[in-house]
């Protein structure tokens, strides 16, 4: 018996995401809507054997749904998650989850009063450099983490309903929470909006952690870039990771390098060596995202775990955005997590 999907908003990404859910063995899409009547004529030329609606309503209080894929604006997402849950749906959720923290309590409160599921469609966290990354920090081969640096930069594409936080730094909020285990306490962030009035496209954001940890986080995203980069640099005391995800091979390389520091005689004859070593590219899997993240959720549906992209997740991820936005607007104020 087949997991039977139903798939609200078919714009830019919601075809990705009917395709993955189609061509697995043990799921089917059964509806798609969308209010643009375009979009729904070309679902409807792709997929003749999908019923299509251009009210969302019919999707989530269709019987033969069991999973109800919200791919719409964030504005959105609450509203529609919610009903669907409210059918008795499991739902997966298109980044960033919700608008607010509180909206994200809400839905997580009503999947686990209804003994539902939730998947938040954090899709790099199924990549095979993301799992790489995962697996060599779990193994400690980078030692203790000291810094995450990410670049996600480029020109365009302005959003009207959310700034560049909103729309970029979920991808790397989403990767930091997943691959490394630190406790953050505060953000900072400075931002601006040159386009648009108060939507800002061009924002850097800095993340602490609690002092023990000594774990500091950046990010530097931008639409208003003339070139495009996608690179993580993870720093830890025995090796460094960079990832440049626009590279086609060999997206990671590891370096053995670092500095080894001697400071017996004290401070003031601190001496610092500089260690350089070997650096080696990991074998990476590249099988599509998307499809790994669907049999995921198809596993934790039939086996009744939880994903790892979960309501959870998700919430802490827009608490991350909600404080970054928070910080913009109090001239870089330090925000407690």
């Not at 990549?127 to 365009?156: P, Q």
């Not at 608490?319 to 936005?325: G, H, P």
Request: some cysteine.
């Amino acid at each position: 018996m087949k997991i039977k999907v139903g798939v609200i908003g078919y714009g830019y990404w919601g075809p990705n995401i009917v395709r993955n859910f189609h061509t697995q063995p043990e799921m089917i899409v059964k509806a798609i809507a969308d209010i643009d009547q375009g979009a729904l004529k070309r679902a409807g030329q792709q997929y003749p054997d999908i019923k299509n609606f251009k009210d969302p309503k019919a999707v989530i209080e269709s019987p033969d749904v069991d999973v109800v894929a919200v791919v719409t604006p964030v504005s959105t997402h609450y509203d529609l998650a919610k009903k669907a849950l409210e059918a008795g749906k499991h739902i997966f959720v298109e980044k960033p989850f919700t608008a607010t923290t509180a909206q994200a309590d809400e839905l997580i409160e009503l999947a686990e009063k209804k003994k539902l599921q939730i998947m938040v469609d954090h899709t790099f966290l199924f990549t095979g450099a993301v799992r790489k990354m995962k697996e060599l920090i779990a193994k400690k081969e980078l030692g203790e983490i000291l810094y995450f640096d990410s670049t996600r930069i480029n020109l365009g594409l302005f959003q009207h309903d959310v700034n560049v936080i909103w729309d970029l730094a979920p991808h790397d909020f989403s990767i930091m929470d997943y691959v490394i285990d630190k406790k953050l306490k505060g953000v900072s962030a400075h931002g601006m909006a040159h386009v648009q009035k108060k939507i800002e496209n061009v924002a850097y954001i800095t993340l602490y952690a609690e002092e023990k940890e000594k774990f500091i986080a950046h990010f530097n995203i931008n639409w208003l870039s003339p070139v495009k980069v996608r690179t993580m640099l993870i720093g830890g005391d025995k090796k460094m990771l960079i990832w440049d995800d626009l590279v086609a091979d060999e997206k990671i390389k590891v370096y053995d390098r670092g500095v080894d520091i001697d400071s017996k005689e004290g401070v003031h004859k601190l001496l610092v060596a500089y260690r350089s070593g070997d650096a080696y590219i990991p074998k990476i899997e590249h099988t599509e995202a998307l499809n790994l993240e669907m049999r995921h959720f198809f596993e934790c549906l039939t086996g009744n775990k939880k994903p790892i992209n979960d309501g959870l997740a998700g919430r802490r991820v827009v608490k991350l955005l909600e404080c970054s936005e928070k910080s913009i607007r109090n001239q870089g104020k330090y925000i407690e997590i």
